[in-house]
């Protein structure tokens, strides 16, 4: 229960920030704040530690205009200092992270009364080494044969190289630069960077002997120190995959807030997809082969990595042969005897299911890099206890230290090939959805590449499991969390249990300014050339100042009306094709500013990620309702499997998750309490098909014209 103690706190924090910055407090907001100060303030936990308490998670729909920012923050932060726990706020785009960082969070530490120190968590490989930019700076190469791994890497730096290092080494060291690449004050090349980086199976951390210097580090020492930690999806993903705690505070001593939550399946789904390129593969084991002898004067003295290395001809020898199989195996089956070509070409194993002698040569494979995995590591493992002075290995560090960036790094790559055949050779439970599994035939640089691929159709699971079953708490919000006014497709996709804490907070905007019009020019987007024209027709119907976005499902759409235009609007049009979109959006404004009309088209990004508020979009016009053809592997895949439970993937998927982007789409007029303007929809299936009626009573209530004819009332969500 949320102690009174507790509850005053938040109140008067809240009621100073609304005088200091003389707001007007929002009904959405107040509710927002209640519901999670409530449901984190529930969470119990008994004498061993474990949660008595099934609703720790909220889930939080949101409006543009609610405040959710500061609702949440003001919220969550008192409870987690209550409890002894770390607030990490976690969003899905740099936008965002950025708005909380620079602007949210010092609003409210100046405003509220509430004491709290707050900093930004970015992944390792974000941070410049300190061990490699001293390397560069005395043109020292600690291990020459590293090049062989990694052309890119060593040899392959811009021209610019030798200035920027010492750039970088003179602003580092009089503290002018905390050592990350997104301070960096131009952008740093990727070649560059990864000279100055490493991984975490790379660092040796506080055997390093600039551990004290370190960039990293550093800001780890920092996040010890922080109330909250601001980071984004991604990187708390990829702390959970290394099992919690590396990066970030452990779970169970965190509660998350993921803002912009509706991406988090998404991104969950990438950080659990497994791919294996064979021809690369072969060129890395080929490359390790011939640096034996190397590797062998410089480790061989000490008797288990003399004993590792002995046996790596025979681990090679044993892959190389069945890799050059599953070329060959890869090619019959796709049909591409003669080779793939020089366009990248995909073949899926439909339902998932890899042909039994492909199953059968994955098992094959599985073994040996699991025993290859295993040597690796235990390599590194040596090499990195030589380089403490406290552990006796028989290796002197000066010997070790050069060898570990190599080893990790072969370490990751014989891991990353084993996790591929594992999931290629693993058969899919009974009853569950299966991992989809797929073949991409490729080029690169005019040579071949076949690579295997597998992921999950899904990421619940996981995420049932190792983030809502093992944090203290959470919150999930967005403007975009129900599809057909139901939160059952982000509860499938992200494994969220019934059992939790959902609402919907209502929004602050008046949506009766607004109109949503299916105009006369809708037509059904059956007939390309048909449909075409009529967005022509109605565009060039326009008039003169309005300013408007153009949203387009595909490219080709986009380029073919563009080029249908004539004048005035041929120049007025602003073309994400054409342009990029700062630019894009900076041209727009100066038209408007002069008074005079401008179009914007847009693809997909610009349904979700544009925000031009009042006079600076005034129409919003949607092309076509955007349904997603699941024809990724992934997608076809859960499609497929789906059918087969005797389910339509059609409403199941593609009809709820259109209803979000079109949510999405129409957001983009209604910024502000004071924004109007009109949405015209111009595709016509909204009146003909069945699920029109759900498309439409999911949208936020604005007026509605028909055929140019005023409707009924709109239901309200």
Known sequence: MLDESLKQEIQEAYRRVLEGLELTPRYGQ??????????????????????????????????????????????????????????????????????????????????????????????????????????ALEGVEPNPTLSLFEQTIATDAGGDFPQLIQEMADTYASGNWEGDRDSWPVAIDDRDWRRLTVDHRQCTNRRCGHFGACAYFRSRRHLEQADIIVANHDLVLADLALGGGMVLPSPKDCIYVFDEGHHLPDKALDHFY??????????????LKKSLTELNTALGAQPTLARLLAAFPERI????????????????????????GDETQHFRFPNGRAPEPLVELAQQLVIPFAELSRDLETMSDILRESLDPDKSTGLPKEQAEPWLPLTALLHGRALEAHSLWSAMAKPDPEGQAPQARWLTFQSFAGEPELTFSA???SAAETLARHL?????????????????????????RAGLANRYRYQRLPSPFDYSRAILSVPREAVEPGDAMVHDRSIVQFIEGLGDDEAVLVLFSSRKQLRSVADALEEPWA???????????????????????AGKGSLIFGLASFAEGIDLPGRYLTHVVITRLPFSVPDDPVGATLAEWIESQGGNPFMRISVPDASIKLVQACGRLIRKEND????????????????????LDALPPFRRQIDGVEAGEPVRN
Not at 63 to 72: D, I, S
Not at 101 to 126: I, T, V
Not at 470 to 490: I, K, P
Not at 575 to 582: A, E, G, I, V
């Open 468 to 492: 809502w079953g093992s944090c203290y708490g959470a919150v999930v919000t967005s403007a975009t969390l129900t599809a057909l006014n139901r939160f059952e497709r982000l509860q499938e």
């Open 317 to 340: 020898a044993a892959l190389e042969p069945r890799l050059g199989d599953a070329y060959a195996m890869g090619h019959q089956i796709a049909g591409l005897s003669a080779g793939a």
């Open 30 to 135: 107040r509710l927002m704040i209640a519901e999670i100060a409530r449901t984190l303030a529930s969470i119990e936990r008994d004498e061993q530690g474990r949660r008595t308490s099934n609703e720790h998670v909220c889930v939080l729909e949101a409006g543009t205009g609610t405040g959710k920012t500061l609702a949440y923050l003001l919220a969550a932060l008192p409870v987690a200092k209550a409890r002894g726990k770390r607030l990490v706020i976690a969003t899905a785009t740099v936008a965002l992270q950025e708005q909380v960082l620079n602007q949210d969070l010092p609003m409210l530490k100046a405003h509220s009364g509430l004491d709290f120190e707050y900093a930004l968590a970015k992944g390792r490989g974000r941070y410049l080494c300190v061990a490699k930019l001293d390397q």
């Open 571 to 593: 120049s007025r049009l602003l073309s994400q094709d054409r342009l990029p979109k700062r630019e894009l959006l900076e041209r727009h404004r100066v038209a408007v500013d």
């Open 676 to 695: 109007s303007g009109r949405i015209s929809l111009l595709d016509r299936r909204v009146l003909t098909r069945r699920y029109g009626k759900a498309l």
């Open 455 to 457: 992921s999950p159709v």
């Open 274 to 287: 497994h791919r294996f390129g064979i021809n690369s593969t072969l060129r890395w084991l080929r490359t």
